[in-house]
């Protein structure tokens, strides 16, 4: 199915309007960008440490480490369990948060890649019976067994990953998709390759850190034997060489206008990747400096540290991954509010929440109906990036903008910053949506005269001429360039 008919089998089962759930002082954007953050720490930890297991197991078996099993046996397999139930675990949430946050994107992902979330599964409960058998009779079976069923489980969790890489890399990158709604074409979208790759080397270094702390804390060991453990471990850190090349095989597949935020376009996001490289770096070159001395020495709170450090990098990295997808959570299919960019024009003119079925959070707080409209279209359009007065706030951001500033950014909002969506309602939404602002500033009076008052002709006039004048394609001048036009000098229009 291409991506427009299935917008329109959308909008013909009339699930346009699908509830939105407000989550206080974080933005939903937020929320589920930190479940995410966590989720995908714990699952590539678990499919490291699965490798890691792996390499252990054969040491162990081929004679070439006495003391590999006892590391096997010990904390490490506990601790790889307890990944991939809370990896599980977090999962399931991810699907509770993102039908709250965005259930429009999340139905899109459902309806184009049903199957391949059905495979998914299927090696994702593989992966759950290989490890849960291992752990509970690993001790058991042959060694024969015991590789065959470790192998088992790093090639189930590997193929999890493999087949979620390419749903998630495409919702920036959907490739030859767009034209030819083709799944394959989706799933071999032009970010599945770097990113996969970039993925492994996370999850081997990760394996390989939550290694190092484990040695340490096993107290039998020898001063020997431990260093011995550790130069094993090492070598799960060696690949992280080749990190800076696959990053700069991402950068350079993803939209320029993308590739624009993270490289100083968006400073919060130059700032989690610069954090993300730089976390990295300190992880790589304390291992490279251990591998080339030949003597990779790590004590316990370092390695604990370390692994703090990839945590950190994992959410700069996601974070910066998930904020270039901006203005889209599908890149030219669905802006991040749900909206499809072909249904802006309509909106313009019908409105984005005329027929917004569901009823607004403490109706009563509000001081009068065009307000409660505000709140509506602000849910609609704005709630899944900002909050009003929490995270990313619009009173923080357009807190000291005059009444008519305000007006002006918001009609143009996809110029105002082109990471935004264009505003997609017709004039009084864009009205009340700033008399909701203003009145949020003002501390919520329980009386608020209506706008425009009677005797203002020239407002809504001014409004539309803005809307008109700011279009309905996206903002960056990547589009603007696609679309043949110039974000055109507005000289004459301003003045009045
Ligand atoms: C795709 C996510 C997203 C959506 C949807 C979105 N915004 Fe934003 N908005 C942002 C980000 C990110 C910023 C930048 C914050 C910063 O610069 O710190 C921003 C900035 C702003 C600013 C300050 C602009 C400036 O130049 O300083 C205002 C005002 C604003 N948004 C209002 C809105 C309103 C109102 C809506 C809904 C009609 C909306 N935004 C929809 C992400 C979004």
Redesign the pocket.
Known sequence: MTSSSLLASLQASGSLYLPLNDFGPAMA?MVIGGLGIIHVFLAQFAIGGGMLLCYFEWLAQTGRSHHARRFLNGYFQLLVLISFVLGALTGVGMWLTSIQVSPRTIGLMVDEFHWIWAIEWTFFTLEVVAGYTFYRTGKYLSDKLRLRLLILYSLASFGSLFWINGILSWQLTPGAWLDSGSVWGGFFNPSFWPSLLFRTVVSTTLGALMACVVINIMGELSQEQRQHLLHRVAHFLAPMAIMPIIGLWYLAVIPADSRSWLLGG?I?MTLFLGLAVASSALIGGYAAFGLWRRRFDINGPTAALLVALALGATAGGEFVREGAR??FTVRNTL???AIAPAEVASLRVNGSVTDDPYPIRERERFANKQLVLGAR??RR??S???TINGA?G?LH??GS?TPNQ?RL??AK?QH??A???P?AGNADELEA?VQL?LWERNEAPSQWPLSPRSDDKKLMTQLQRWLDEAGIAPGSTVYQRLVGQEIESDTNAEAN
């Open positions: 954007g968006s919060a901006k203005p802006y991040s509010n279209v602000y359009q704005c899944v990036c900002h990313n619009v951001l357009a903008w305000i950014n918001l909002l105002t910053k990471f935004m969506p505003f949506l602002i």
